[in-house]
Nanobody, 114 residues
């Protein structure tokens, strides 16, 4: 059983910053991908950023240059530094880990006010 616990969401004004954290626990293969998806009201869940255990990254075009993903493999943790936030970044952000099967966190709400 794998559990993911997110933290760091909240309310921020446009142009501000937030840092999301996610810690995974349980039986986790060392070779995996961890990252973040988000789901805004009335929209489908979409990829934000993902990072493999070897360090390769993939970002949504909408967040490139503003968000930075990082991870600590020893702690099975992944982080998302979000800068220059926009109202359209408002969503529930879900932590994700994949190693043949996907596991999801419960989500943390990020609200960006204009």
């Amino acid at each position: 059983q794998v559990q993911l616990v997110e933290s760091g969401g909240g309310l921020v004004q446009a142009g501000g910053s937030l840092r999301l954290s996610c810690a995974a626990s349980g039986s986790i293969f060392s070779r995996n991908s961890m990252g973040w998806y988000r789901q805004a009201p009335g929209k489908q869940r979409e990829l934000v950023a993902i990072m493999s255990s070897s360090g390769s990254t993939n970002y949504a075009e909408s967040v490139k240059g503003r968000f930075t993903i990082s991870r600590d493999n020893a702690k099975n943790s992944v982080y998302l530094q979000m800068n220059s936030l926009k109202p359209e970044d408002t969503a529930v952000y879900y932590c994700y880990i994949f190693f043949g099967v996907a596991y999801w966190g419960k989500g943390t709400l990020v609200t960006v006010s204009s």
